[in-house]
């Protein structure tokens, strides 16, 4: 029984990232949003990486993806400026949110092969990551933000897949409200 408790304990640390904000924004100038707002737009694009590559382990790159910011319940999102002055024990914040949970080892496996870069998944997770900041960056570019697209070319030299490489130019291209307006205009056209 006192398994469940630890997994309740866990569900509220994650939780907690629907309430911490994403710092950078406010260097930025605009926008906003949470760190788990932030983890769900990496799941989605490491699922979509992950299906681009046939030999990556789509099941893992989503792992990664998922445990990617969980140490920031702990440790807070420290943005490039905040990085500068401060540190975390971003490892130790990993292993303690972790410990004793059933999946313990498998995590901490993979957070450790996020966090070293070597493998084609942790590299897939990591892009996925940069995707999702690109897709916001993308948006505040197009609602007028002239930071946006300095932080944009930062984002752009982080990648390091092809397939993410490439999905940042599709992002690039596509204007950020095209996804709903072409299809409204375009069914407003027929009627």
Same mark, same amino acid.
């Given at each position: 029984?006192?398994? #469940?408790?630890?997994?309740?304990? @866990?569900?509220?640390? $994650?939780?907690?990232?629907?309430?911490?904000? /994403?710092? !950078?924004?406010?260097?930025? =100038?605009?926008?906003?949003? +949470?760190?788990?707002?932030?983890?769900?737009?990496?799941? #989605?694009? &490491?699922?979509?990486?992950? +299906?681009?590559?046939?030999?990556?382990?789509?099941?893992?790159?989503?792992?990664?993806?998922?445990?990617?910011?969980?140490?920031?319940?702990?440790? =807070?999102?420290?943005?490039?400026?905040?990085?500068?002055?401060?540190?975390?024990?971003?490892? /130790?914040?990993? @292993? *303690? &949110?972790? @410990?004793?949970? %059933?999946?313990?080892?498998?995590?901490? !496996?993979?957070?450790?092969?996020?966090?070293?870069?070597? +493998?084609?998944?942790?590299?897939?997770?990591?892009?996925?990551?940069?995707?999702?900041?690109?897709?916001?960056?993308?948006?505040?570019?197009?609602?007028?933000? %002239?930071?946006?697209?300095?932080?944009?070319? #930062?984002? /752009?030299?982080?990648?390091?897949?092809?397939?993410?490489?490439?999905?940042?130019? $599709?992002?690039?291209?596509? *204007?950020?409200?095209?996804?709903?307006?072409?299809?409204?205009? &375009? /069914?407003?056209?027929?009627?």
């Amino acid at each position: 029984m006192q398994s #469940y408790y630890r997994l309740a304990k @866990s569900l509220f640390e $994650a939780a907690m990232l629907k309430r911490l904000k /994403r710092t !950078g924004y406010a260097y930025l =100038g605009t926008g906003e949003e +949470s760190v788990a707002a932030h983890s769900f737009g990496v799941i #989605y694009a &490491a699922w979509m990486l992950a +299906s681009m590559v046939p030999e990556a382990d789509t099941e893992k790159v989503i792992k990664m993806a998922i445990l990617h910011d969980l140490a920031e319940a702990r440790i =807070g999102d420290l943005n490039s400026v905040n990085k500068l002055y401060d540190t975390a024990d971003e490892e /130790r914040a990993f @292993s *303690d &949110a972790l @410990s004793g949970l %059933p999946f313990e080892n498998e995590a901490l !496996g993979l957070v450790r092969e996020y966090l070293a870069q070597e +493998s084609l998944e942790a590299r897939l997770a990591h892009d996925a990551d940069q995707i999702d900041l690109i897709v916001m960056l993308k948006e505040q570019k197009d609602l007028g933000n %002239p930071y946006a697209p300095r932080w944009l070319a #930062y984002a /752009r030299k982080r990648l390091k897949t092809e397939a993410g490489r490439r999905l940042a130019e $599709a992002v690039l291209e596509t *204007d950020w409200a095209s996804w709903w307006l072409d299809e409204f205009v &375009a /069914r407003d056209d027929k009627a």
